[in-house]
């Protein structure tokens, strides 16, 4: 007797690897930021408290970097802790802060082993000991890895980078480090936390809320954005491969037009 289930299963995956071939045969955006928005409300949704949303979220974290390490993408930024977020209830701060130390100490092996690059932006005097060493620790052995950079916007702030970099751009005018007529966009950029970084290609913000929330302002001026109603748990493979063919279909058409 045909297992159903079994078949289904296969077939899917068969349309799942042509599907990425397909992409892949176009260009892939070099750099995508996601702001992992609704799983608060995923987890409201199913009356359960909202650590469990966030502890569900951490698993689609896993499934799209795989998945974008297999398209070819050079940068992955997430933004999974805001400035922002120290307002929430001591329990659930405590809880966030423990993510970290959770993702690295199951998954950290698979990063190395697949040439995978972390690295972290934020205002890094705020975050606990406890949560700094494991991200410490991941980039270190991660260092040398020339795959995928997975980027996390940790206890970051699109307005205060920018204030940090106006400042530094002060103080190394007045030592005569940096002469004000050669103050540019692109010297400014080196002041930003993501000096070393290209600018996303591609912005994704999942729970249907439509705004940039202090994430990148400088760095998303020419980016193409992409909203879903999905909530970040709920987020699956599927859907980072329709955001980028829609990114795809969007540069085809520009392509044309140029
Ligand atoms: C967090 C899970 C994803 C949804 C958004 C909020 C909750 C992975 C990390 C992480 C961070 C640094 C690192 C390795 C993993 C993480 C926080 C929250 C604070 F080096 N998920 N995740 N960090 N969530």
Not at 46 to 66: D, N, S, Y
């Amino acid at each position: 007797m045909i297992n159903k289930k079994k078949l289904w299963k296969t077939t899917d995956n068969h349309n799942a690897e042509d599907r990425i071939e397909t992409i892949k045969k176009e260009p892939v955006p070099e750099h995508v930021a996601i702001i992992m928005d609704g799983n608060g409300r995923w987890a409201k949704k199913r009356a359960l408290p909202r650590i469990a949303g966030h502890h569900e979220g951490m698993k689609t974290v896993k499934r799209i970097t795989k998945l974008a390490n297999k398209l070819g993408v050079k940068v992955l930024t997430l933004y999974a802790f805001s400035t922002e977020n120290w307002k929430r209830p001591k329990h659930e701060v405590d809880f966030l802060m423990k993510l970290p130390e959770e993702f690295l100490g199951t998954f950290l092996p698979e990063l190395i082993e697949e040439n995978v690059q972390v690295q972290m932006m934020g205002e890094q005097s705020q975050i606990p000991k406890h949560t700094l060493s494991a991200v410490e620790k991941a980039m270190e052995k991660t260092r040398d890895n020339d795959g995928l950079i997975l980027n996390f916007a940790l206890n970051y702030g699109s307005r205060a980078e920018i204030l940090t970099a106006v400042k530094n751009i002060i103080r190394d005018a007045k030592n005569d480090i940096l002469l004000e007529e050669n103050l540019n966009e692109e010297l400014f950029s080196r002041y930003l936390m993501t000096k070393h970084l290209k600018d996303p290609d591609l912005l994704i913000r999942t729970s249907g809320e439509i705004r940039l929330s202090n994430f990148m302002l400088w760095q998303l001026a020419y980016t193409e954005f992409w909203f879903t109603d999905v909530n970040w748990p709920d987020f699956k493979e599927n859907h980072l491969l329709e955001a980028i063919e829609a990114f795809q279909r969007r540069s085809r058409r520009f392509g044309g037009l140029s």
